[in-house]
């Protein structure tokens, strides 16, 4: 039977994409034929060399996202207003 692979085309946002699973996810989204993935990261500056790379040939946009905070939340929900985002 044939996997069913419902990354395919997806929009996606990841929270806690600086490392971690956050970061496994951004990275199998990726292979997996992701569309386009938000990065919500709390602190841009402190991204690891190795997410660079991960933002060559595809679709990454790194969005500040602290999940404790609500008007973080509602700014990274306004930049990825494209629907449907998993
Ligand atoms: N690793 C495992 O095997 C495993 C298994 C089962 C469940 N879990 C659970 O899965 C979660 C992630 O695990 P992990 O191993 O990836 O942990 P991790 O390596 O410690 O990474 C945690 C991530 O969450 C981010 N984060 C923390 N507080 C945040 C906030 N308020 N807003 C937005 N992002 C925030 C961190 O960002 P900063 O870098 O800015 O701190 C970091 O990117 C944890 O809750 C863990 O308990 C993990």
Redesign the pocket.
């Known amino acids: 039977m044939p996997r069913v692979n419902r990354a395919e085309g997806a929009v996606a946002l990841v929270?806690?994409?600086?490392?971690?699973?956050?970061l496994g996810f951004v990275e199998e989204l990726l292979e997996r034929g992701a569309r386009k993935v938000y990065a919500?990261?709390?602190?841009p500056a402190?991204l690891a060399d190795e997410f660079d790379k991960l933002n060559g040939d595809v679709d990454v946009d790194v969005v500040t996202?602290?999940?404790?905070d609500a008007e973080s939340v509602a700014r990274a929900g306004e930049r990825c207003a494209t629907s449907p985002c998993l």
């Open positions: 929270t806690g994409a600086n490392r971690g699973i956050g919500g990261v709390r602190d402190a996202l602290d999940v404790t």
